[in-house]
């Protein structure tokens, strides 16, 4: 069994910043793509940024330069660093992760963490 659980969400103002952190456990083999997403009310989820293959990274052209994804591979947790928020951010973030374990290999999702960005 799985699990990703995510932290760092809250309340920011405009121009503020904040940091999430997802942390895989489990029987995990390996953790090939991992990353971020959000949905915002009334929206499809989309992609923010996220670790596609190796070290290469894919970014939502809306928070390009402004959001920086990273991960520490010895405790399988991806962050994101995220800068210059706007409202448009406030979404809840999912952290996702394909991963392999010794049933096979599944895309894995966290509970999400809201975000919110108001003045």
């Known amino acids: 069994q799985v699990q990703l659980v995510e932290s760092g969400g809250g309340l920011v103002q405009p121009g503020g910043s904040l940091r999430l952190s997802c942390a895989a456990s489990g029987n995990i083999f390996s953790v090939y793509a991992m990353g971020w997403y959000r949905q915002a009310p009334g929206k499809q989820r989309e992609l923010v940024a996220a670790f596609t293959r190796g070290p290469t990274t894919n970014y939502a052209d809306s928070v390009k330069g402004r959001f920086t994804i990273s991960r520490d591979n010895a405790k399988s947790t991806v962050y994101l660093q995220m800068n210059s928020l706007k409202p448009e951010d406030t979404a809840v973030y999912y952290c996702?992760?394909?991963?392999?374990?010794?049933?096979?290999?599944?895309?894995?999702w966290g509970q999400g963490t809201q975000v919110t960005v108001s003045s």
């Open positions: 996702n992760a394909d991963i392999l374990t010794s049933t096979g290999r599944d895309d894995y």
